[in-house]
């Protein structure tokens, strides 16, 4: 696999980049009740604290980010993947998806986690790429010793890391595509 693109896969009848951390703290309890009590998709099944921890976990991404010279905009990020993954298709019931090419993925405003940000940032074992966030020069590197997750670990057979997840922490990225 060699798509360096980034795929938002998203609720067609909602469209993209629809960001509980957007929201304040009272409004994001009530989204996120709605998806549970729905439990049509994956996302119904995150648990009562998953808006505190995502918090938190972002707070910690930012913060990594910011270290490794990132100049993030926006103090939470939009979610993407790295490459395709069609395991995310299944948490929708009409899913849709958009790709950024690489070339627009600007260094200063994206990050990369080895895997979704919570698993990568929770999950304690001896893989190196735990509780780490990636620039875009060093995310090249992880998949050349790693490899590509979609591909060794199709199924989640082998851990909690299903594709490469990607950070963008401006919304001048994303923009372009929010009316699709």
């Known amino acids: 696999m060699t798509d360096l693109n980034a795929y938002h896969y998203f609720e067609k ?12 703290e009272q409004d ?3 989204v996120a009740q709605q998806i549970r009590q729905e439990g049509r998709n994956f996302a119904s099944q995150r648990s009562a604290d998953y808006l505190m921890i995502r918090r938190m976990l972002e707070q910690q991404a930012l913060e990594q980010f910011t270290a490794k010279g990132g100049k993030p ?4 990020p939009h979610y993407m993947t790295l490459g ?36 990568t940032m929770r999950y304690s074992d ?18 050349q010793y790693y490899g590509w997750p979609q ?11 299903r594709y490469i997840e990607v ?5 001048l990225i994303i923009q372009p595509y929010q009316g699709i």
């Open 28 to 30: 994001a309890e009530v």
């Open 167 to 171: 950070q963008v922490w401006d919304e």
């Open 126 to 143: 001896d893989k190196p790429y735990r509780k780490q966030v990636y620039t875009k020069d060093e995310i090249l590197q992880i998949i």
């Open 73 to 76: 905009t926006s103090s939470y």
């Open 151 to 161: 591909e060794w670990n199709r199924n989640g057979e082998l851990g909690p890391e």
């Open 84 to 119: 395709k993954c069609e395991w995310l298709t299944s948490w929708y019931t009409l899913p849709n998806w958009i790709a950024i090419p690489w070339c627009n993925l600007p260094t200063e405003s994206v990050s990369f986690t080895y895997g979704d940000l919570f698993p």
């Open 13 to 24: 009848s909602i469209g993209p980049f629809r960001n509980l951390s957007s929201l304040s």
